[in-house]
């Protein structure tokens, strides 16, 4: 009677939860949609999401319990429709477990997609930004304000005249004094941002007026990164002041671009424009655009032999350059790996404990039914078809919440955080692997109280129901 009743509690109880974590989820959608929410409440969004699908797994287990009786009552015979009724029997237990598998795998498919949709959205940037065939670019050594050491002038003569060379591209980091403190400048060979690389947020600069004035010049513009213009809260058409030897002058911010290579950011503009105000002789990178025909690799083996000389020099052809870019990109994101693992671990322990517990609580029931001619093989069945329905109600809790948890990442909290803009993608493969580790972590739960359950003797059992 106290068991019937405590389930009883449980059951009233989950629909109290499913309305309080219906109220989360409308914080949730406030927390992001505050225009100047800032990252607190982009992390609190994710956490009021993670809550709120934990306070609706009890519920969402006793419809799905429902659902499948329905569906496979029939076809799963007494066992399994045994196995699936204890699920909803024993919710004080179930639902705990469930929640908690549920979260952790969530997290697990979440982290997965916005790795996924970061790794992606790299690989199409560095697709645009390094239209080149060979980069050459200067020691890691920075002068005073973060600046780069620019290159000797041998390096920017060796690469114009390369028998293969068809065009150099030459950009030279400097710091400026602007309003909040120094800014870093990019100023480049004067061509178009599709030709530099410059993947701009609004492709309508190209055909527009601003084109000719950010070639020529005058009126001074210039094109600021993402991170650069939420940093400091800027659009297009704002102006930017900047310190130069001629004063401050007045840039106009032409446009917008993607750059995840800073979430400081940075801004960029011609050498025309710059050198109206102040010099900047030399380079710290070149780009190098080959005749039809060459190879890139022997082009920078060859550079790299005639500029043996500098040390700390790098020549790198685009494609290794964009390896190096993802192996690093790789590297960054294996300890992710780790967590999610343990995560599900102690999720999976959690679902262990669970199990034990109930173990405990139901000698009198699997006497009782021993006793009645259920068989060992068939009460392990039992226990081991709950746990994958307990492994399978969590996977598809799961699958919405990674999603959902995935777009909060990689939309809010990844540009709150760096001011970056991440194309979300979402694949099949992370939604059917974390399915998988679900149930799997479930059933290597439920191994061991299977074979506990099934080894106790009847008349032990018996005998705590005369008890």
């Not at 996924?116 to 790299?122: A, D, E, I, Q, V």
């Not at 149930?439 to 003797?457: E, H, T």
Request: hydrophobic letters at 50%.
């Amino acid at each position: 009677l106290q068991r019937s009743a405590l389930e009883g509690s449980a059951r009233r109880a989950s629909l109290v939860r499913a309305a309080f974590g219906v109220l989360l989820l409308a914080f949730s959608a406030v927390a992001i949609s505050l225009p100047d929410g800032g990252l607190i409440f982009g992390y609190g969004s994710l956490l009021a999401l993670m809550l709120a699908f934990a306070c609706l797994a009890p519920l969402v287990t006793r419809g799905t319990v429902a659902l499948l009786l329905a569906l496979t009552g029939r076809i799963i015979g007494v066992v399994g429709r045994m196995a699936l009724r204890g699920i909803s029997a024993q919710l004080s237990r179930t639902g705990l477990a469930i929640a908690a598998l549920a979260v952790a795998i969530s997290m697990s498919i979440g982290v997965s997609t916005m790795i996924g949709s970061f790794r992606g959205t790299l690989v199409h940037w560095l697709e645009e930004t390094l239209p080149a065939d060979v980069y050459v670019s200067a020691p890691g050594a920075v002068a005073r304000h973060g600046a780069r050491i620019p290159l000797p002038p041998l390096v920017d003569t060796a690469c114009a005249e390369h028998p293969d060379t068809l065009r150099v591209i030459a950009n030279r980091f400097v710091e400026l004094q602007g309003p909040d403190g120094d800014v870093r400048v990019s100023v480049l060979t004067p061509a178009t941002p599709a030709e530099l690389g410059i993947p701009l947020t609004d492709p309508r600069f190209e055909t527009g007026p601003d084109l000719d004035r950010w070639l020529d010049g005058t009126p001074p513009g210039l094109l600021a990164s993402e991170p650069f213009a939420r940093r400091h809260k800027f659009e297009m058409g704002d102006t930017l002041p900047l310190r130069t030897r001629a004063g401050t002058i007045e840039f106009t911010i032409l446009g917008i671009f993607r750059d995840y290579s800073s979430d400081l950011g940075y801004v960029a503009m011609t050498r025309t424009t710059f050198e109206h105000f102040q010099s900047a002789p030399g380079s710290t990178s070149v780009a190098i655009y080959l005749r039809d025909g060459a190879d890139p690799a022997a082009v920078a083996d060859e550079l790299r032999t005639q500029l043996g000389d500098l040390p700390g020099l790098r020549v790198r052809p685009t494609r290794s350059l964009r390896d190096a870019t993802l192996e690093v990109f790789d590297r960054t994101f294996q300890v992710t790996e780790v967590i999610r693992w343990i995560a599900v671990i102690v999720a999976a322990v959690g679902v262990f404990g669970a199990l034990v517990t109930l173990e405990l609580e139901r000698v009198r029931e699997i006497g009782v039914l021993r006793a009645f001619g259920l068989t060992r093989m068939e009460w392990s069945g039992v226990v081991l078809i709950q746990t994958a329905g307990i492994g399978a109600v969590a996977g598809l809790i799961a699958l919405p919440l990674g999603v959902a948890s995935a777009a909060l990442l990689a939309v809010v909290v990844n540009e709150r955080s760096f001011g970056w803009t991440i194309d979300l993608t979402v694949t099949a493969g992370p939604l059917w692997r974390g399915f998988a580790i679900s149930v799997g972590a479930a059933l290597a739960a439920g191994v061991i109280p299977a074979l506990r359950m099934s080894r106790i003797p009847i008349s032990e059992a018996l005998r705590e129901v005369e008890s």
